[in-house]
């Protein structure tokens, strides 16, 4: 019997609409579990969240999911073989840990409590990613109801993380080891966003990421900065005089070698940036701040998007509460993030990071250079069929044409791409206003269920697609 | 009858072998009363402390002793008139607060259970600053048992604060108060220290103090630094560019107007400095550091003694928990001290760092910058006819010649200074090693006995000189 791939759009619609309430009651208890990988002691809740996962693919039909340990944090992993066993096979990719939150950080309501205010689910992970991996469960089903498959029209696999937030440290060790079950001929990865509510868009590439943290030690315990100051390194003027060395009057990134074979945009791409309904106000509202600051030469889209990062994400030494205290301290330190674009390999920059900072430690201060784990860059070529079936997908669910975007921040995408030798697409409808790993983090409840339905259809434009083309 | 101003040393020391018993055990009595001033449960303690000395200093001979209440801790008064109604009024300062301590600290016997130990004194307060008080009440009854005297040969006050250990927070409005009882032609501050056991030395002066701490604000909260980064400014970016500023490649302060009107060394000063018994490898494991580092053509003495500094205190922002979080911070902020060197004046170090502050401080960033309460540095010139006569009376007690030093912290002495218009000596007889603020504080007997001894000079000293100079 032949099956179609097309999914109908009213049954697809008929069907999301009578399964909604179902769906969000399922994404709000699993946002009730406070999966955050960057803090110990909530560890157990992160692999609870992973349990829960498990059960609910399995319930949604996934013959097969289970929880893969890693040293850290556990994945979930799920498959659903296609009927047809020459179809192609689908990798999802998303996370089930979570940023840190806290009712002090400025949130209206508890962060895992979630709560619905009109169009708006409010919880930590609503978008970033519990709620986009979850809009694949009921996109599968709409998927099968509308072309009546019992199975989906492609190799559907699911692998989801449980340490995304914590710079993925073990992905691609447990992407390496598994690298035969994950075997795909294309990765959906749904952990982005698009350009706006009214602009649907699709993404090409995200940046990499390096990061670190630098200690510098002074003084084997504070003194007294009356008694001895003036006359001995200062490891907190230290650390901040290697922070200030980090960009030149251009906002250029100064290490050695940093910009080392990185790929610069096409004019065509920097054209495609162009046209995007790109209001500079509104995008510094969305940044919370009052001016745009980056890199001569470039625009803000490309500063965010195609070119490399140096930022601080913390910095912190002697005495921080209130008052005073009169001490030079004993060490200081700084978190750094390097965002990376297509070319720039992050084995090169911790090297270069590594050399830079060894070079700027005067006398009398000792240091020490600790690396996260780091993100490839990656990118798909705006003429990939893969892509092209995405693009068609998403405008069937939103009727409208579909831009090209890219994105800023940084997923462990770039490996499934290197080790499955797999193009990677970028699945979100996540908006910049949803406040992801800041206070009241939300998803837009409609742009959710639009992710549902291009979950719906893309199944079967892949089946169709990219194939016979990769 | 005209009565000598010069006690027979052997007198002195006769009448000093004679009581010795019974100051030490004075001592030892006050010593046992744990006047914390910086923790509030010890309150009736340091009133109690108070009580004490001010019963003890009646007992010594002062007619006029009073607890004097501040908002804070109480200090005491006293005062001893003159025969001789044309006397010099000389005002001894010091204070009766300890710093807090416990045996669980490191102490090797209990901190207010004093042990005598060979020739050491230990407890907490032996030589910060009860020990150093109390001399003066040995001191000033020899002098009278060596001169013949009934009444000193000065007019004799003492003004002993409860707060020093607590950063003096009501002493100048105290001494503002109080000013016309207060009123002398010298003070005399027994609440510093000599170089060495066997390097007798008078202080000169010390150096001032501004404090202030500048918070920048960036995004209205923090933001993610994948979406965001290299497209915005970052507060903790930015405050380690300030603080990369402070400096020029001299170790020199850049701001403007930082180094307007101060006394620069004469060159009979940095001889001074020179000569005295300086290891830098000692003072290195003293500062806990292992290199120096400061201002390019200026000693590591003359930079802790005779420089301005701005030293970092404490730095901050953005995440600094374990792992990462890739954010770009809300906000960030640094605590900067200046300490401040004769003719350096706080209004105008205010002035000119918040000028520079609102010049460096970028677009998109929006900057705070509060002060905390400044102290003015002090020098008396070499030349001063009390220094001559706290010289002569220190040499005559040690047999030895002594040096000068200066001190790099900050005190009321100040104060005192300006609000009285006095010169400030400083006799002092503890040592480095007596662990000011650390466990196992203690003074040597020897020198505690030497300084009861100068005290007993001192008087006579004071009365043939500065007055007539003043």
Chains 1, 2 share one sequence.
């Not at 054209?271 to 919370?288: C, I, M, Q, S, Y």
Request: net charge negative; aromatic share 6%; hydrophobic share 40%.
């Amino acid at each position: 019997m032949s099956q179609s791939v097309d999914s109908d759009v009213s049954v697809v619609r008929t069907y999301i609409r009578n399964h909604r309430a179902a769906f969000l009651d399922d994404l709000v208890e699993w946002l009730r579990i406070p999966s955050v990988s960057a803090q110990p002691e909530h560890a157990p809740d992160v692999r609870r969240s992973a349990d829960w996962l498990a059960a609910k693919l399995k319930e949604t039909g996934f013959p097969t999911a289970e929880v893969w340990e890693t040293p850290g944090a556990p994945a979930v992993f799920a498959e659903w073989p296609a009927a047809d066993a020459d179809a192609p096979t689908v990798l999802v990719y998303g996370h089930h840990d979570v940023q840190p939150a806290a009712l002090a950080d400025g949130w209206d309501t508890e962060p895992f409590e979630p709560v619905i205010r009109g169009n708006r689910l409010h919880a930590r992970g609503a978008a970033d990613d519990k709620g986009q991996v979850f809009f694949h469960t009921l996109g599968v089903r709409a998927h099968l109801a509308a072309t009546g498959r019992t199975a989906p029209a492609v190799h559907l696999k699911m692998l989801i993380e449980g340490e995304e937030e914590s710079g993925s440290p073990n992905f691609r060790a447990l992407v390496e080891v598994h690298a035969e079950r994950l075997a795909a001929d294309a990765v959906v990865v749904s952990d982005t966003g698009m350009w706006a509510e009214d602009t649907p868009t699709v993404c090409t590439g995200m940046r990499g990421l390096a990061e670190c943290e630098i200690r510098l030690h002074g003084p084997d315990q504070d003194i007294h900065s009356g008694s001895f100051g003036g006359a001995v390194p200062n490891p907190a003027t230290e650390i901040a005089r290697l922070v200030a060395a980090l960009h030149d009057e251009h906002a250029r990134v100064t290490i050695p070698g940093f910009y080392d074979g990185i790929a610069e945009l096409t004019e065509r791409e920097r054209e495609l940036f162009a046209e995007l309904p790109f209001d500079e106000e509104r995008w510094l509202r969305t940044a919370r701040s009052t001016a745009a600051h980056g890199e001569t030469g470039h625009t803000t889209l490309e500063r965010v998007w195609a070119r490399p990062t140096a930022e601080v994400n913390g910095i912190g030494g002697g005495y921080q509460g209130a008052g005073s205290k009169t001490v030079i301290p004993s060490s200081a330190m700084v978190k750094l993030s390097f965002r990376l674009v297509a070319g720039q390999d992050p084995d090169h920059i911790r090297k270069a990071v590594t050399a830079w900072a060894a070079e700027r430690v005067p006398a009398g201060i000792r240091h020490e250079i600790t690396f996260s784990g780091s993100t490839r860059p990656c990118l798909t070529p705006l003429d990939h069929p893969a892509l092209r079936s995405l693009v068609r997908a998403m405008g069937r669910a939103f009727e409208q044409p579909v831009r090209y975007t890219r994105e800023g921040g940084s997923g462990p995408a770039a490996d499934l791409q290197e080790v499955l030798g797999a193009p990677v697409l970028f699945l979100g409808i996540s908006v910049p206003s949803d406040g992801w790993h800041a206070p009241n983090e939300k998803v837009e409840l409609d742009l959710l269920l639009k992710g549902v339905e291009t979950s719906a259809y893309l199944w079967g434009e892949l089946a169709r697609g990219p194939r016979e083309a990769h």
